[in-house]
């Protein structure tokens, strides 16, 4: 590079705080001037002033042009995909972070793929957090119908985005709301679509917006309607709907009424799904008679067969799986299909005699879907689980199993009768209403669903929960 430029300092005043064009061009040039990162100052539109002093006009003059024989700068893909992201951070030190990384590629053209990078992981936290504050623009804007002169309806929504992401996601309200008249307020600017144009306004306050419309009552009614006790999962919901958002969401104010009686609906779901059958068949033989004419849920009415559990009579152990798949389904017999193959791998490399276990599954049909020929798995719903569960408590009933292990969510809930969290359940037994121990760990399906680092971790935790369970089940024994 030239050297000519390292001896004095620059500021560069961008015209806009999300403007990733103006900033590109600008460093760009000053890398081609060979001009260090300490040597620039980027300053904001609204900063009080930057740390060399320069007007904007002045330290626009003072900006050196890159020579003729200036070689051109590196960038690679990755690192401009990322940078357009975090441009729009509302941190007041992303542009300085950027140039510092862009000039760091002059040299080392691949330092994007080192994640051990201070600065690299910086800049990939700012693109992330950026991204997350674009999904819950798009995910909780709510428009409020008001009347303009000459009766056209007009939208407005009012957010309050972490960001400067309000210009770079107009673009998807636009295409959404293509053929609505609407505005979107918020405290860093407004944008408004009439149709045809887009307009861009100045910063709104949260009374400039409406609070309310007739249409919220019925929202308000249908989200109550939809709302699933047995899925709730408090952390979970406000990580992704976060309490700040509340005050613009109708359906917010229902939220804490519909925690409270969750617990109350999930018990009644249960009941619901354990409804008097008559007596439970007293045989295994029996049980498997019985499945197969069972239509007490939709899945029984699919085209498909019950897959009764297999094992000796008295097992010690008790293996409960999700449902059957497409092969168990075909060939009637429970885990015959990949998961069922990698089952047998790890219980053999723990010790555990397949043989001696028991193996069934929480839902004794397969729930699939179709796409062209093939049958995709679906996995069942909360109140499937719960209205098969009378087969499974009558399979248990009858083997006695000293300790049960149970595959995957679906079949914890089987179980419990509510749904647990594999990742605190796992490696700690629970005890069932009878006394028998419960061990929980992940379904075999899912390891096969990843790969790289995250599957060797998977693979590493569940090797660790079949030997913990061959360990108990020589206690038990003994």
Not at 9 to 31: C, I, K, N, Q, S
Not at 47 to 55: R, V
Not at 145 to 171: K, N, S, T
């Amino acid at each position: 590079m030239q050297n000519v430029a390292v001896a004095s300092h620059y500021a560069v005043h961008l015209p806009a705080p999300d403007d990733f064009a103006f900033w590109r061009e600008r460093a760009r040039g000053l890398v081609q001037c060979d001009v260090p990162p300490d040597r620039v100052a980027w300053v904001e539109p609204g900063a009080t002033g930057d740390l060399f002093g320069d007007s904007p006009a002045r330290s626009e003059r003072r900006l050196p042009v890159p020579p003729a024989e200036a070689p051109p700068v590196r960038a690679s893909q990755r690192f401009l995909a990322v940078a357009r992201s975090a441009a729009l951070h509302s941190d007041p030190a992303r542009f300085g972070l950027l140039y510092r990384v862009l000039w760091r590629l002059q040299r080392y053209p691949r330092l994007m793929e080192d994640k051990a990078d201070i600065e690299v992981r910086r800049l990939e936290e700012l693109a992330k957090s950026v991204r997350r504050d674009a999904h819950k623009m798009h995910a909780f804007v709510r428009f409020r119908e008001v009347e303009e002169e000459g009766g056209m309806p007009h939208f407005v929504a009012w957010f309050e985005p972490d960001h400067h992401i309000l210009r770079a996601e107009a673009g998807f309200f636009m295409r959404r709301f293509a053929n609505m008249r609407w505005s979107i307020l918020t405290p860093r600017g407004s944008i408004h679509w009439d149709g045809e144009s887009m307009h861009e306004g100045p910063p709104a306050r949260r009374g400039d917006a409406p609070s309310g419309d007739p249409v919220e009552d019925l929202w308000r009614a249908y989200y109550a309607s939809i709302f699933n006790p047995a899925r709730l999962k408090v952390g979970a919901m406000l990580s992704e709907m976060p309490k700040k958002y509340w005050k613009n969401l109708p359906e917010a104010a229902l939220i804490p009424q519909l925690i409270a009686g969750a617990q109350a609906r999930e018990a009644r779901m249960v009941a619901s799904g354990s409804r008097d059958r008559g007596e439970r068949p007293a045989t295994l033989e029996g049980i498997g008679t019985a499945i197969h004419a069972c239509r007490m849920c939709p899945i029984g009415e699919l085209d498909n067969r019950a897959v009764m559990g297999e094992g000796p009579l008295a097992a010690p152990l008790m293996i409960i799986g999700e449902q059957p798949g497409d092969q168990e389904d075909h060939t009637g017999r429970p885990f015959v299909g990949p998961a069922g193959e990698l089952l047998d791998d790890y219980l053999q490399a723990a010790g555990i005699d397949r043989r001696q276990a028991y193996v069934t599954n929480a839902v004794k049909h397969f729930k699939f879907t179709w796409k062209g020929k093939h049958r995709l798995h679906q996995s069942p719903g909360a109140k499937e689980i719960d209205t098969c569960r009378w087969w499974l408590e009558a399979e248990r009933a009858i083997v006695k199993p000293r300790l049960v292990l149970a595959l995957g969510a679906s079949a914890a809930r089987g179980l419990l009768g509510k749904t647990v969290s594999i990742t605190r359940a796992r490696g700690t037994p629970m005890r069932l209403d009878d006394g028998t121990e419960l061990w929980v760990t992940a379904h075999p399906s899912y390891l096969l669903r990843l790969d790289g680092e995250a599957r060797e971790e998977q693979a590493r935790l569940f090797a660790a929960d079949l030997a913990a369970v061959r360990e108990r089940l020589g206690e038990l024994a003994g």
